[in-house]
C-alpha cells in the first residue's frame, strides 16, 4: 500500500504562482509514476500532469503545458507541481495518484490523496 499526501493549496490571485506537494509512504518501493488531477465543483476529474518516477520524463495536457511544470525528489517521496500564470479556471482540487493501470492520462491509478484545494480570483 502507498498513502499520498498533498500540500500547498491555497488561494492566490490570478497571474500568482504556487506550489503544490504530495509525498508518498508506505511502499514506496513500487511506485512506477505519479500523476496530478483536477476537479472542480460539478465536472470530472481532468488529468494536469505526470511524471515516470524512474526516468523522470513528464506529461502534461495542452492546457497546462508551458505554465504548469511537475518535477520529483525521489529521495524524499515527493512529487511537485509548480503551477505559473494561475487563472480562475484553475480553481479546483489538486488530486494526487500513484501508479497508474494503463496510460498516465487516465484516472485509473492505484492509490489517490485526499486533495488540496486550489482558488483562483480574478
Known amino acids: 500500500q502507498v498513502q499520498l499526501v498533498e500540500s500547498g493549496g491555497g488561494l492566490v490571485q490570478a497571474g500568482d504562482s504556487l506550489r503544490v506537494s504530495c509525498t508518498a509512504s508506505g511502499r514506496t518501493v513500487s511506485l512506477t509514476a505519479m500523476g496530478w488531477f483536477r476537479q472542480a465543483p460539478g465536472k470530472e476529474r481532468d488529468f494536469v500532469a505526470a511524471?515516470?518516477?524512474?526516468?523522470?520524463?513528464?506529461f502534461y495536457t495542452n492546457s497546462t503545458k508551458g505554465r504548469f511544470t511537475i518535477s520529483r525528489d525521489n529521495a524524499k517521496n515527493t512529487v511537485y507541481l509548480q503551477m505559473n500564470a494561475l487563472t480562475p479556471e484553475d480553481t479546483a482540487v489538486y488530486h494526487c495518484?500513484?501508479?497508474?493501470?494503463?496510460?498516465?492520462?487516465?484516472?485509473?491509478?492505484?492509490?489517490w490523496g485526499q486533495g488540496t484545494q486550489v482558488t483562483v480570483s480574478s
Open positions: 495518484a500513484a501508479n497508474p493501470s494503463r496510460t498516465v492520462y487516465a484516472a485509473e491509478y492505484a492509490y
Open positions: 511524471i515516470l518516477w524512474n526516468t523522470g520524463i513528464p
